[in-house]
């Protein structure tokens, strides 16, 4: 997934925001259970870092698309984040 949107909240910490159409007909209880507990942030320069999920709010646009907000653990700061960063969802990661 990638990471469209990132910021931090005083209350809640970093949390990033995305679409994916693949996800556009699920419920939002299958997303939360897709999203899993924990996540592998992806930077442009490749390096990944497991992060907790903390929570998963999720909202459907007027069109039907799928906004996926993930609010992250406290080890991550907005300094671990570029515009381009990804999300892997270990649910897809394919482990030999």
Do not use: W
């Not at 299958?30 to 909202?59: C, P, Y």
């Not at 700061?77 to 990804?86: A, E, G």
């Amino acid at each position: 997934m990638k990471i469209l949107d990132y910021f931090e909240h005083p209350r809640f910490g970093v949390i990033v925001s995305s679409t994916d159409s693949k996800f556009d007909n699920f419920s939002d209880d299958e997303i939360k259970k897709r999203i899993g507990d924990t996540i592998v942030l992806v930077s442009n320069s490749h390096q990944r870092k497991l992060v907790k999920v903390k929570n998963v709010d999720i909202a459907t646009s007027l069109t039907g698309k799928k906004n996926i907000n993930i609010c992250l653990s406290d080890s991550v700061t907005l300094s671990d984040l570029q515009p381009i960063s990804q999300l892997l969802l270990l649910s897809e990661i394919n482990v030999a």
